[in-house]
């Protein structure tokens, strides 16, 4: 009988524990309902329904309706109810009028306005008891204009509370399971990177090295990526958010992968540079100096200290470098849900490395004029410093 490997998931009972907390939340900030809004949009879009209710929205939008007291209600688009019954946590599923199209017929669907639905779920009452009701709102940042107005008209006597920012410090640090979950992200991350390492030679463009390490990565697991996995090449390299294209590799080139894979929601983030023959002096000049800042930051990392302290450490070594006009973003953010998640420590950021937080150093020098790189590594933090979650070459040679 073929056996199994058991993987890491995140428990039900989990999310029975993220809705507690979220209802505590609504407590201290006087909230009635909190309304947590989601997407399919790269990166951001989401994380809501994903840490509540373990729903991977896709093509409709879809809304976390949370009562102060109670279990939450699933609001969704009428192609994505039975969907979101069957993989998500939350059971009372409700096709949500304001996420139809108009140009789309769903005759056999039940489909609801925000305001019916508040009804059922007690708006009444509590309007009756309260007088105006205060409704928490989480990723409003993604909502559109028309869409944000269709849930004012719905809820017209209402105020509206912006909570995205307190919704992501309860995702800050990590349970055990969440750690499982990660750990075995990076894992999958490491071998999209040995599936780069193979590939890459002259001649082989960057789209074919990419395919390699996505299909080395969905064997290993995945479910998707976080951000577009980043193969880049020669000038290629020098934007931040470089492009994977059909250039092909040359004899002498500077190659930097950029590997997030998505794995149970979560994710993990590698990035590093492979040398192909001889790029030059000025390339690895740079790359040691990126090399020693990352490890002033992995050395200092602890909690109970801020985290752009830990940041500045590598900012400064790359600005004694003569390289610190390069280093465009902030050094140091978590990583969750969302493969850059909040926190992120930069240096106007004051918040503190907490244990069982996540967290990358990502050491960038791009807009350069011979190209760009990053050294980008993931550690846990734990009671008295930290631990790197997986093994893998700062740099290498072909």
Known sequence: MTQHTVLPTIPA????????????????QGLDFLVAYADDRATFG???????????????????LMPSQGAPVMLVGPESDEYARLVGQIADVRVLREFTHPNEDYPYARIQPLAEIMVEIGRDALAAERGALRVGLGGRGLIGADLMAALQAALPDVVWVDVENALCDLR???????????????????????????????????????????????????????IDTIVASGPNTRPILARTTFRPIAADDLVLLTIAPR????????????????????????????????????????PGIEGRAVEALGRKIVADGNLGHYFLYSGVHSVGVIEF?????????????????VVSIDIPMFNTPWGGLRIESGYLITADGTEMLHDTPLWLQK
Not at 48 to 62: D, I, S
Not at 180 to 205: L, S
Not at 219 to 226: I, M, S, V
Not at 343 to 354: E, Q, R, V, W
């Open 46 to 64: 989401p994380a809501h329904a994903r840490w509540l209710a373990n729903f991977p929205v896709h093509f409709e939008p879809a809304c976390v």
């Open 13 to 28: 009972s989990e999310y029975l524990e993220r809705w507690r907390s979220v209802q505590a939340l609504m407590a201290a």
């Open 263 to 302: 794995y149970e929601g979560y994710h993990a983030a590698i990035g590093r540079v492979v040398l192909v023959g001889n790029p030059g002096a000025e390339i690895r000049r740079a790359l040691d100096v990126a090399i020693r800042a990352q490890q002033a930051c992995a050395d200092a990392l602890r």
């Open 341 to 357: 998640e909040p926190p992120i420590f930069g240096p106007s950021s004051p918040a503190t490395l907490k244990e069982d937080m």
């Open 172 to 226: 800050a640090r990590k349970s055990p399971a969440e750690i499982a979950v990660i750990r075995h992200a990076y894992r999958i991350a490491e071998a999209g990177f040995d599936a780069a390492v193979d590939a890459i030679r002259p001649g082989v463009t960057e789209r074919a090295v990419a395919a390699e390490i996505e299909a080395a990565m969905r064997r290993a697991g995945a479910e998707g990526t976080g």
